[in-house]
Each structure stands twice: as C-alpha cells, then as structure tokens.
Nanobody, 113 residues
C-alpha cells in the first residue's frame, strides 16, 4: 500500500499549487482522507479532510484559500492551494483512514516566499 504525493514546490506569496495524492493498493472510496502539514517549527496540523459522503472540513487558517477534492475512480486526492502565504510553508502529507489502518504519504514540500 502506498500513497504517492506530488505537486509541491516553491512559489511566491499569493501563488497557487495543486497537490496530488494517488493511492496504490487501496481504495479511497468509503474512507476518510486528509491533508496534514508539518511546519519548519515542527507544528503538525490537519489542514483539510474529506469524508466518504464528500463533506469537507478546513482549518480556519486555510478556509477560503484551499480546496480539497477526491476522484474515487482515479483513487486520487487533491488539495488546491490558492493565495499562498509564507506561513503555509510546510511539508504536506496526505492520509487515508478506512476505519482500520491509517496510511500516510511520504510528503511533498511547499515553500512560499
């Protein structure tokens, strides 16, 4: 089982990125997925999550700027990051929780300057 992330990079303040997380060996359908981040100061937080019914949750710090989505047919999770700020600089991780095991991606770095 693997969650493979991509899409990170270095952008200027106000820029955008789209993070992608593709599942290999498991299906997203029926599970909860989330995007987490770890800041340079080692703060770890849930950024956004999406439930099996498609309902979404966002941290206050990203509400209105980030959008989570999922394509069950492609077993792929996305996070659209808009209006990026320096404080969004972090390693971003995707995770899948199917009620039993929790799987994590390897992380993708987002740097905003």
């Amino acid at each position: 089982v693997q969650l493979v992330e991509s899409g990170g990079g270095s952008v200027q303040t106000g820029g955008s990125l789209r993070l992608t997380c593709t599942a290999v060996g498991l299906t997203f359908e029926g599970g909860n997925q989330g995007w987490y981040r770890e800041t340079p100061g080692n703060e770890f937080e849930l950024v956004s999550s999406i439930a099996p019914d498609g309902s979404r949750w966002y941290a206050d710090s990203v509400q209105g700027r980030f959008t989570i989505s999922r394509d069950n047919a492609k077993n792929t999770l996305y996070l659209q990051l808009n209006s990026l700020k320096a404080e969004d600089t972090a390693m971003y991780y995707c995770a899948n929780d199917n009620g039993g095991d929790v799987y994590w991606g390897q992380g993708t770095q987002v740097t905003v300057s």
